[in-house]
């Protein structure tokens, strides 16, 4: 039994009946707040602001104190792991983050620290309890990591590039050499939610943003099956065997039936997937989240309430949806239309559930 005042977010996940469709948004800590561009600017950098954490709870925190919200989620960054393993992340305001040595050769994976490496991830599962704290069991902390292929992107490319050639290549032309990433990766992500869940996280997500980059096969090979072998080890682990996991592939709507195979307890879905089609692929049994474009909080307040109910509707009478949008809030968001748009979701879905 949750001990959480508010626990609509873990009720949809485990097919328990709620009174309205739960709410939160990729991304909601970040830069389209002000209080969070203060804090940001008060830790000297990026990196700063995310190992350091009393600065990653204050701003996990922000977007729950201005709006009214039905999970907080950790703010971090996905490429925390490829740092404690020895890339060290660099970043820059007009760039994003990226590593001035990415992996080159068999030699440099070889040599990636890939044992015990939550103590360097210490500053997380800090900023975790410091968040629960303050949360004071209002609304579950959703824990979360990078997946394998996308953490792998990264540390092969050094950064988002525009076609990721170098990675997509590799695929084809030495896939040993990604595979032995890519275990690796599977043990590192494995520790780090194990972690983030003694910590106190009550959910946790797998972001895979650059699984759409793939094709059929390659995508089952390199970026499902290692996420279907880090959600078996969460489920063969005592401390997160009971904790809900959310899978989001971004460009991931091909394979909607696959994905609900992998023993995840709900599927993201990006704003190019149908969310009435999406549930027929998936069946009863799989919670849906999203999946608003991101760019529709640029539009007017009509707009803006009418894209939230095409989903609403499109999705129907049920307790398997989370709304959200497809992808992260961008920074050029007007706070106010993100709290129109909480607001209409909360009221407007009411007409799907029983009171």
């Known amino acids: 039994m949750s001990l959480i005042k508010n626990n609509r977010i873990l009720d949809v996940l485990n097919g328990v009946p709620v009174d309205r469709t739960p709410i939160w948004i990729m991304r909601q800590a970040g830069r389209y707040l002000p209080e969070y561009k203060k804090t940001r600017t008060k830790a000297g950098s990026f990196i700063n602001l995310c190992k350091t954490p009393e ?3 204050e701003v996990t925190i922000q977007p729950i104190e201005r709006f009214n919200l039905d999970a907080a989620i950790i703010f971090s960054d996905i490429l925390t792991i490829p740092d404690a393993m020895g890339l060290e992340l660099q970043f820059e305001d007009n760039r994003g983050p990226y590593f001035d040595n990415p992996i080159d050769n068999l030699e440099d994976i070889k040599s990636l620290i890939d044992k015990d490496i939550t103590h360097k991830l210490d500053y997380v599962a800090q900023a975790i309890v410091q968040t629960k704290n303050k949360l004071n069991n209002e609304i579950p902390l ?47 992500i494995s520790e780090y939610l194990i972690m983030q869940a003694k910590a106190g996280a009550d959910i946790l997500m797998l972001f895979d943003s650059w699984g759409g980059l793939l094709d059929t096969e390659n995508y089952n090979y390199f970026s499902l099956n290692p996420m279907k072998e880090i959600i078996s080890n969460l489920n063969n682990s005592n401390i997160t065997k009971n904790i809900p996991i959310i899978l989001f592939t971004k460009g991931g709507g091909n394979w909607l039936n696959s994905i609900s195979k ?11 997937s149908d969310i009435s089609v ?12 999203g999946n608003l474009d991101p760019c529709a909080l640029h539009g007017t307040e009509e707009s803006i309430k009418n ?15 989370i709304f959200n949008l497809g992808h992260g809030i961008d920074q050029y968001v007007n706070p106010d239309n993100l709290a129109l748009l909480i607001n209409h979701v909360q009221e407007y879905s009411k007409k799907y559930h029983k009171s």
């Open 278 to 289: 999406a549930r027929k692929i998936v069946g009863e049994n799989m919670c849906l989240q």
């Open 262 to 272: 992998s023993g995840c307890n709900a599927i993201g879905l990006d704003w190019t």
């Open 142 to 188: 959703i824990g979360f990591s990078g997946s394998p292929w996308t953490l792998s992107t990264y540390m092969i490319e050094g950064s988002a590039t525009k076609e990721f050639r170098k990675i997509r290549s590799m695929v084809f032309n030495n896939p040993k050499m990604l595979e032995l990433l890519i275990k690796k990766l599977i043990n590192s």
């Open 307 to 321: 894209a939230a109910e095409k989903i609403i509707d499109g999705y129907g009478y049920g307790n398997r949806h």
């Open 55 to 57: 600065l990653a709870s």
